[in-house]
């Protein structure tokens, strides 16, 4: 009996570390290295809806690509979006498959236009300075990166969903 409730435990505790650890990379992004923020696209597979799919959708309406204005701003990654991924990942030289995972994000923070703006008070400033326009962001004290959409001029933050 003892045995039996020792490997109950044992596996219980296993099973609440893979949740907890899933749950905890599931939603970090890092303003720091954007390789490992989550995927987006349209299918099951990646994130749909979000506060990151706004920040993409923020890049897309920055670097002014077709398409994407402030009203398509609205964190729902569908077919407008994935179509415009596609074009933008194409104009950096990456592979068009219209999904939002480490090397699109890693050519997004890495393209030079992801610049250190300052600081505010005790947050530090970010810019991502698009062919057309500038999205800001910010990383309070804790930690939070935040980024202020275009659209309504929030400030959403960007680890949650």
Known sequence: MRRTFVKAAVALAATVGLIVGTAGTALANDPDNWSSNRMLC?????????????????????????????????????????????????????????????????????????VYAGMQGSN?????????????????????WLFENPKDKVWYGLNST
């Open 124 to 144: 530090k400033l970010y810019e991502y300075r698009g062919l057309a326009r500038t999205v800001r962001s910010k990383i309070l004290d804790g930690g939070l």
């Open 42 to 114: 349209q299918w099951s597979k990646c994130v749909k809806d979000s506060y990151l799919t706004m920040f993409w959708q923020s890049i897309l309406w920055a670097d002014n690509v077709g398409g994407v204005d402030v009203g398509t701003i609205d964190g729902q990654f569908g077919p407008n979006t994935h179509t415009r991924t596609q074009r933008w990942q194409t104009r950096h030289g990456l592979q068009a498959d219209g999904e939002v995972g480490p090397n699109t994000w890693g050519k997004a923070e890495n393209n030079g236009r992801w």
